[in-house]
């Protein structure tokens, strides 16, 4: 069984920066697809990045530039940067893992811009 916390979010002001993170439990994070997600009031959740077993990475265009995501198998833990936030980006953030047919999501954190 996968359990996935998250932990970062909070209320910042436009232009600033947050880091969030996600550990994971198991023994399946090193070669499971790790992905962050989001969702906004009344909009469907969508992914914001994701980045494979051997670190590739696909970001949305609306954080290319801006966010970046990154992983530590030693510590079974995601990350993700983000840098120059825009009240746009105000949603719940969702951490997923990803293996063979298997997806497991953690609780959300908040993520809130002010502008």
């Known amino acids: 069984q996968v359990q996935l916390v998250e932990s970062g979010g909070g209320l910042v002001q436009a232009g600033e920066s947050l880091r969030l993170s996600c550990a994971a439990s198991?023994?399946?994070?090193?070669?499971?697809?790790m992905g962050w997600y989001r969702q906004a009031p009344g909009k469907q959740r969508e992914l914001v990045a994701n980045i494979g077993r051997t670190s590739s990475t696909n970001y949305a265009d609306s954080v290319k530039g801006r966010f970046a995501i990154s992983r530590d198998n030693a510590k079974n833990t995601v990350y993700l940067q983000m840098n120059s936030l825009k009240p746009e980006d105000t949603a719940v953030y969702y951490c997923?893992?990803?293996?063979?047919?298997?997806?497991?999501w953690g609780q959300g954190t908040q993520v809130t811009v002010s502008s």
């Open positions: 198991g023994s399946i994070f090193s070669i499971a697809t």
């Open positions: 997923n893992l990803r293996w063979l047919a298997n997806n497991y």
